[in-house]
């Protein structure tokens, strides 16, 4: 049994005070050693954890690769635990070597309550990890985690944050079809017409990856339709050339629309072009078609938060960077 271990033992049989003879408690000696309340944190021990603190133990002790305690009991989605450190001023904010903080940490392990004690004692949401940029909101609406999504927006999450990519989480969640963290989005304001580093708009990566749901919510809210990509290609025709023909006819439907609107207001501009006539192909060859079809899978045309099956996404190298922890 190593030193810590016997004087865990010991402290579940005594108090903080001193002991006869002037012999400091084994709570007070055990706060004074390197990692002791790591440990503590890493049993779930938030008893332990307490008196650690009260005997002044060091709540912002930075171990390997950066980490600190309340790292530990983030990943581990212990709440009380998370309690304890912040109620003896550990740092909220601080970040491990990959630059993530306890609040993307407890968001990757899709811990809310962790989550939202964080934001209530005014975590920054809205700090990137280092590898891709990206925030604890683009980890929560790649993942679906709507409740995790709102806590977030409800904190001081930026709903318009952009990964190194560019990649906005409308995007990410578009590409994954979670309607309600996208509608979350929505209603704190962020930008749904915004593009990435390659032009594409949510409408376009729902289109192109055949989220319904999403489609319709964005031209709902009248989401640009005519916005192209770098290759020069729209939503409609993304969805054309994939075949998807529940968003076509929402899309053609929806511009239909426009035109109709437009026809009954002789002020209005130019009404947008009628996509159920022939459209000129923008690919000409079988090579630059494939390119179209596939570029998403290539090496730096895509935000990592966006990757396909198959391709490690940021959300796996958030999971495989916390193992320090």
């Known amino acids: 049994m190593d030193k810590h271990q016997v004087r865990f033992e010991l402290l579940q049989h005594e108090n903080l005070h001193q002991l006869p003879g002037g012999k400091q408690s084994s709570a007070v000696v055990l706060a004074n050693d390197s990692g002791a309340l790591f440990e503590a944190v890493r049993k779930k021990d938030f008893v332990l954890a307490r008196r650690l603190c009260e005997a002044k133990a060091n709540a912002n002790e930075i171990l390997k690769g950066g980490s600190t305690a309340l790292h530990v009991a983030a990943k581990s989605g212990f709440p009380e635990c998370v309690q304890v450190l912040l109620d003896h001023s550990a740092k909220k904010d601080a970040v491990l070597d990959s630059g993530m903080t306890a609040l993307y940490i407890g968001t990757s392990q899709g811990h809310l309550s962790v989550v939202q004690l964080l934001c209530k004692y005014g975590a920054n949401a809205n700090i990137p990890e280092k590898q891709n940029r990206a925030t604890a909101l683009h980890l929560s609406t790649a993942q679906g985690k709507a409740d995790i999504v709102q806590t ?23 590409i994954h079809g979670h309607t309600e963290a996208l509608s979350i989005l929505i209603n704190a304001k962020a930008d749904f017409n915004l593009t990435d580093g390659t032009g594409r708009t949510p409408l376009y990566a729902s289109s192109f990856c055949n989220r319904v749901g999403c489609a319709k919510l964005l031209l709902d809210m009248k989401a640009n339709t005519q916005i192209k990509n770098k290759h020069g290609v729209t939503a409609l025709r993304a969805a054309e ?64 938060a966006l990757s396909p099956p198959g391709k490690k996404s940021w959300r796996q190298s958030s999971q495989s960077q916390s193992r320090v922890l």
């Open 152 to 174: 977030l927006i409800s904190g001081n999450a930026n709903p318009n944050s952009i990964d190194k990519n560019n990649a906005t989480p409308a995007i990410a969640a578009s």
């Open 241 to 304: 050339e994939k075949g998807h023909e529940e968003i076509i006819e929402l899309i053609n439907d929806a511009l239909g629309d426009a035109n109709q609107a437009s026809s009954n207001n002789p002020r209005s501009e130019a009404p947008a072009t009628n996509s159920r006539a022939p459209v000129q192909r923008v690919v000409t060859t079988q090579d630059m078609l494939e390119k179209q079809h596939n570029y998403e899978s290539q090496d730096g045309t895509l935000s990592d």
